[in-house]
């Protein structure tokens, strides 16, 4: 007799093959169409803004980074918003800045987060468009003139942000290593839902229209991830966000489990957050493919993840004690299984259990090329990727419940 389990895997395994098969169609197609490249004659003008807090270290880099760009000096306005810092960032900066003229610094007088110093930036902007600049991070030269080009291709008069590729800047100790296979993850389906116009985030270096974030009222204070809600809220009034692929930008990343822990599950607290701020949007047909499938699936994978962790987790342990107790039957060690005890011991397996899991990896794992390929990037047979592939989600599905148990209790919010 099948068990509610194994149909309950059968059917998870389908979808999940069905939707990576999807994705699979979907990158092929991408790759048979390049888009043309705007070569920019005029260049508008870019207020460059940068939100910080106590990067006395990294602010110098950051800033002679920009200026490097290649990009027309005389185009560019920097505004740096200290948010109340209690190292010396602002006298690193004032010194900096004593010798060039096109930037500005703004300190607050109490601390109100990164998205109260954008706004504070947004207030002051001159430019064309606002380009939202992380303190922590840097990118290729090329990268803001290939960002403001994409606004001036064909059929782009509706677009409202600009996202580029973000990878990894520090890529030290295996918990960094391992994000950074995340990273490239991350990439890879922001190219494929860009692809489909499902793109619906926006991140560090994002370039908007500047006076079309004034007009929607700013960023929203007090949110955890203001990066997601303002590209739901452009989405939501039905402007798109598109995809740079030409040019990087790279971030500094959390070094050990706990920051890195701490900063997901602000993430997926924003997540749930947003998506049920803007819960008008799902299977909505108004919204296209966006409403109608990627964000109802994302919500049916937050509410399967919740199910799977409760389910296979108890399997799995099942699965562990048994294998273990046939061990410990067969022979006193491991080492002394005779050839017909080990034979058993793999028939005895739960292969109603295994094989969906193993079809499921094994779309994952292709997709996981691919987006090396996407990025650049060699794919490394290495520990960090086994523990990727194999011990991240488990990790991850943590991190979700996590959220979901503070967002839910109405833990305060912490950035």
């Not at 706990?258 to 997901?264: F, G, I, S, T, V």
């Amino acid at each position: 007799m099948v068990s509610t389990v194994t149909v309950y895997l059968w059917v998870l395994a389908f979808i999940s093959v069905f939707v990576s098969l999807f994705w699979m169609i979907v990158n092929s197609v991408s790759k048979q169409h390049k888009k043309e490249i705007v070569v920019l004659k005029n260049f508008p003008k870019v207020t460059v803004a940068i939100p910080v807090w106590n990067e006395e270290k990294s602010i110098i880099s950051t800033l002679e980074c920009i200026l490097n760009l290649d990009y027309p000096l005389d185009k560019l306005e920097i505004i740096i918003v200290d948010d109340k810092s209690t190292d010396n960032t602002v006298g690193v900066v004032k010194k900096f800045i004593s010798k060039h003229k096109n930037i500005l610094l703004i300190e607050h007088s109490k601390n109100k987060g990164k998205a109260g110093a954008m706004n504070t930036a947004l207030s002051k902007a001159r430019g064309d468009f606002f380009w939202v600049y992380d303190a922590d991070s840097y990118c290729s030269k090329d990268l803001l003139k290939n960002l403001v080009s994409r606004f001036y291709e064909k059929n782009n008069g509706d677009v409202g942000a600009v996202v580029s590729i973000t990878l990894i800047k520090n890529q030290g100790n295996v918990v960094e290593k391992m994000q950074r296979l995340e990273y490239v993850m991350t990439a890879f389906i922001r190219k494929l839902t860009g692809t489909v116009d499902t793109l619906h985030i926006t991140n560090a270096l994002s370039l908007f229209k500047t006076q079309l974030i004034k007009k929607l009222g700013g960023f929203d204070e007090g949110n955890l991830t203001e990066d997601f809600e303002i590209a739901m809220r452009l989405r939501s009034r039905g402007y798109r966000i598109v995809m740079c692929e030409k040019g990087n930008f790279y971030t500094r990343i959390p070094s050990t489990i706990k920051k890195m822990w701490m900063q997901r599950v602000r993430w997926f607290r924003g997540f749930i957050y947003n998506n049920l701020k803007y819960r008008r949007m799902i299977l909505n047909r108004d919204f296209g493919l966006l409403g109608l499938f990627q964000i109802p699936l994302e919500v049916f994978v937050l509410i399967t993840l919740f199910v799977s962790v409760i389910i296979l987790g108890f399997n799995f342990l099942e699965e562990i004690i048994n294998l273990v107790f046939r061990v410990y039957i067969a022979s006193n060690t491991l080492f002394d299984i005779a050839p017909n005890s080990t034979t058993q011991l793999v028939l005895g397996l739960n292969w109603n259990f295994i094989f969906p899991f193993f079809i499921v990896l094994s779309t994952a794992f292709y997709l996981y090329l691919e987006a090396h390929k996407y990025v650049g990037e060699k794919w490394k047979f290495y520990i960090p990727s086994i523990l990727y592939l194999f011990v991240y989600p488990f990790f991850r599905s943590m991190q979700w419940v996590h959220a979901a148990l503070l967002e839910s209790f109405g833990a305060k919010k912490k950035w």
